[in-house]
Each structure stands twice: as C-alpha cells, then as structure tokens.
C-alpha cells in the first residue's frame, strides 16, 4: 500500500441500511480526516481523529459516527443511511501539524435510494 | 469557525494568468493552503501561506494578507491540464475548512 487507500469505489445502498467505509494509511500519519464532497459545497469536515484512540466531530457529523482503534485505520459507519447522505467521501491524513499537508484518499461515491 | 470565500468560476485561455481570491473570516487564523483537484480525483496540496507575502512555487504562486484577510492563487502560463477545481483551505485545531471551490477551465 502506498499513501491512502478507500474502500468500496462505490457503492449503491438501500436508504435505512447501514454501510461502513474503509480507509487504511501506511504514513503512520497521527492524524485522519473524513470529509464528503457535494457540489458547490466544497469538501465538509465529518470527523476527525487526532491520534489513534481519539475522535472528534467536525462541521456534519449528525448520521455518522467513526473508530480509530489503531494508526493505521479510521473507518466511517453510517448507522442507518439517508438520501442526504448520497455523495462522495474522501479520507485524509496528516502529521498533525498546523498547515501541514493533508493526503487524500480517491474516495467512495456512495449513493443512497 | 472559518469561512473562507472564492469564486465558483474563472475562465481563461492557454498560456494566460488566472489569479483566484480567497477571503476569510476565522476565530483563529495560522494560514491559508490551497488544494487541487482534478474532476473525479482526490483534492492534492500545492501550498501553504503562514506568512504575509508570496510564496512561489514553479508556475503557481500564492499569497497572503493577514490585514486584509485576504489570499490569492496565482495560476501563470496555464495550460489545458491546470483545468481542475482549486479550494482555498484555513488549518485549525488540527482541522482544515475549505473554501466551495473555483472551477478554472482552460481553453485552448
């Protein structure tokens, strides 16, 4: 593996299932993103995790909810999913530093009937 | 909280300079990065302002003013492959809030 990989490319879902995205980084960056992406908003915090062990909420975190039980791995569930949720989500990760550069994963294009 | 403002869209032709503003309101402010993305593809670093001034880096350049709240990117000698969406981004408490995003085409 090399940089960030994301699991699954995409994915149609049921509205009311529940779906886990998978991301994996080898930089043994501290911390890690997940954002999703509509058009013309931009990319939105949903959580965010520091270190391993630790999470925290970012800008859209209702719906969602995240682990990091190691370094290397910060899936996101979506508990019971909802149309809204239909859109594209990118991992990140980085050092942790201020202004430091964040690397993305390709992202999963989920849909949601 | 951060919010950071761009343009949606910029057009230019081949071999011309785009420059694209980014202005921000922040309850704490460290500096301003800017992302590249190409449609379909994931959002890639290209800098970071902590500083006041202009930070050049090949062919892009950007720029901060901390008096002004204000950046910009400065895309020279564009070529068809500069086509991508461009977000300005302000880092806090370990986060990144990103602008909406400015679509730059390049026309030939």
């Known amino acids: 593996i090399a940089g960030i990989t994301q699991a699954p490319t995409s994915q149609i879902l049921a509205a009311g299932r529940r779906m886990t995205l998978r991301c994996t980084q080898d930089?043994?960056?501290?911390?890690m993103y997940w954002y999703r992406q509509d058009l013309g908003l931009g990319l939105r915090l949903i959580h965010y995790s520091n270190t391993a062990g630790t999470t925290g909420k970012g800008e859209v975190p209702d719906g969602y909810s995240v682990s990091r039980a190691n370094t290397d791995d910060f899936p996101l569930t979506l508990a019971s999913a909802v149309p809204s949720q239909t859109s594209v989500y990118f991992c990140?990760?980085?050092?942790?530093?201020?202004?430091?550069?964040?690397?993305f994963g390709p992202g999963t294009r989920l849909t949601v009937l | 909280g951060q919010s950071l403002e761009q343009p949606s869209e910029v057009t230019a032709v081949e071999g011309a300079i785009v420059q694209i503003n980014c202005t921000y309101q922040t309850s704490g402010f460290y500096g301003l990065s800017w992302y590249q993305q190409h449609d379909g593809g994931a959002p890639t670093f290209l800098s970071y302002?902590?500083?006041?001034g202009l930070e050049e880096t090949g062919r892009f350049s950007s720029f901060l003013s901390r008096s002004d709240s204000y950046g910009y990117l400065l895309l020279q000698e564009l070529q068809m492959k500069d086509s991508a969406s461009y977000f300005c981004?302000?880092?806090?408490?370990?986060?990144?809030?990103f602008g909406a995003g400015t679509t730059v085409t390049v026309r030939a």
């Open positions: 930089m043994r960056h501290n911390a």
């Open positions: 990140a990760s980085s050092d942790g530093g201020l202004g430091g550069e964040q690397f």
């Open positions: 981004a302000a880092p806090g408490d370990y986060k990144l809030s």
């Open positions: 302002n902590a500083l006041d």
